[in-house]
């Protein structure tokens, strides 16, 4: 899937091996990935912690992946971590940040939009909140953020990441780790399937060109050739 990053940079290379190029690097960085709901957030995500867990290199640290789906009742983001952290681990919370903050272990923060339980959502998709109901959780994100801790976020597209106040955030936190944005596109067929396949579909009768729903697109990707030949 293609993305635009730091708002300024339009990137055709895998957004996964981007990102896995950035856990490598030295240096405590958080990572956000924006796209509005149904673009792929939780489908990247996966692959990357996919791609970590694969790695036979000793230095990729583990990744630690949490839905913030499963946990909405909890009245703060310190709590929901923690809980995320006892439900994984079987070692103290504060050991896993220790761990975290050498690099060892990768927080991956799947849904950070859904602790916003009052915001409004938009037409285009686009919450609408207040960058205040969302400063405590990036202070609590932004402390874990020393030594070679990265943080991985992903959210639907938000009016907050846009606004002067999170733009002021990351300017007062910029000399303490560095803050990368990718913005993902639109899924297109040509990003997920290979040419064979691609062919395929257009011999069809069924107008398929602007299919952007990632979890048809892994099934039409993943299915084995038998089956996808007998749905074509």
């Known amino acids: 899937t293609s993305y635009i990053k730091n708002d300024c940079e339009t990137c055709e290379n895998s957004i996964v091996d981007e990102v896995i190029s950035q856990v490598k690097k030295q240096g405590p960085c958080l990572i956000l990935m924006e796209a509005p709901a149904g673009f792929g957030k939780t489908c990247t995500s996966f692959e990357i912690v996919n791609r970590m867990a694969q790695e036979e290199d000793d230095s990729m640290p583990i990744p630690f992946f949490t839905e913030f789906s499963r946990d909405r009742q909890a009245v703060t983001f310190n709590h929901i971590f923690v809980r995320e952290v006892d439900r994984s681990f079987r070692v103290k919370s504060d050991l896993v940040i220790q761990e975290v903050q050498n690099g060892r272990i990768v927080v991956v923060l799947d849904g950070f939009d859904e602790l916003l339980h ?6 285009e998709g686009v919450i609408n909140a207040s960058f205040e109901s969302v400063e405590p959780m ?37 000399e303490n780790f560095e803050i990368i944005r990718y913005k993902i596109n639109a899924p297109r067929l040509s990003d997920w ?23 048809l697109l892994s099934y039409l990707r993943f299915v084995d050739d038998e089956t996808f030949n007998e749905l074509m």
């Open 118 to 123: 009052d915001a409004s959502v938009k037409k």
């Open 193 to 215: 399937l290979n040419e064979s396949r691609l062919n395929s579909i257009k011999r069809t009768p069924l107008k398929l060109e602007n299919l952007s729903n990632p979890v």
């Open 138 to 174: 990036l202070e609590t994100i932004g402390d874990l953020l020393i030594g070679n801790a990265k943080v991985i976020i992903t959210s639907r597209r938000s009016a907050i990441f846009d606004s002067s106040s999170f733009a002021e955030w990351m300017q007062r936190r910029h």
